[in-house]
């Protein structure tokens, strides 16, 4: 068949709009047509060769969801029709990995997704007969993508597809980190680094736990509003305190229980860890820093009981927890809505990448 994409030839070039050619199902993989999908500054980081992963030409997009038009044999656990958010961190239920209980990082075609193709390495997608790469095993930058069985979560049906897409990556990563990675608690304090579409996740996550002070960190105020309408109790901008950790330490008598890092700055980094509490604070690195980048502290804050971890697709099961999202999100624990603050057709993907890049979108989405 054919489908409508937005196709990345090569780096640091806009997408171009083209119709290309797409192989249906084969055994364990399921043809899935997207209504709506999210513009991801990971997205953005693959477009702008700064990924030393990225391959091109390649359909990109990870944050997608729709509905099922097909399934391929042997495929059990969805049906046509089914609403789904396709995973780009799947879950097979049978790897090492899934079986631990201990990791969201299903492992079990973790090396073709990453090298664009099908677990059977081969592309669905092509174009004068020539293939074209998948994209983090989504590729939603196309109306209709063919997917492994394993990398769909199936939904409720009342979800509206242009609110649910962003459950596909940001508002997971967010809320996720707070929930399942770190399982912050009642009553504790919580600081964010960077109130971008992440980090507006994590806070809406850390009131939705009914977590105490929830501090928000950035140089921009003009994120304050909205932060604080998501639950942010205190605002401190870097550039209005002296130093940003002891400014932490002072406000949270002693250090924060749990921080989180959102923007992928290896500075940030090290000022989230340090100013956690004493014996037991808990930073999570959520944020992807550049390629090549290392992060530092003094290894005494370790020894003393700060922990430094990190959380990737907010260690959410996606087959199992994505849809428990969706829940909240319906039943109005979390607030998406307010995120989305521009919709595109797939024509004007390339001015949903420039609002990103310029900071006056929070999300962006394409509808089909
Ligand atoms: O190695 O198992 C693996 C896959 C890890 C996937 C990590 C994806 C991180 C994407 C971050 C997006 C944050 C906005
Ligand atoms: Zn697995």
Redesign the pocket.
Known sequence: MKTRAAIAWKAGEPLSIAEVDLEGPRAGEVLVEIKATGICHTDYYTLSGADPEGIFPAILGHEGAGIVLETGPGVTSVKPDDHVIPLYT??????K??LSRKTNL???IRSTQGRGLMPDGTSRFSLDGKPLFHYMGTSTFSNYIVVPEIALAKIREDAPFDKACYIGCGVTTGVGAVVFSAKVEAGTNVVVFGLGGIGLNVIQGAKMVGADKIIGIDINPGRVEIAKKFGMTHFVNPNEVGNIVDHIVQLTDGGADFSFECVGSVQLMRQALECTHKGWGQSFIIGVAAAGQEISTRPFQLVTGRQWKGSAFGGARGRTDVPKIVDWYMDGKINIDDLITHTLPLERINEGFELMKSGQSIRSVVLY
């Open positions: 799947p879950e097979c239920r049978q790897c990995f899934c299903c492992q079990s």
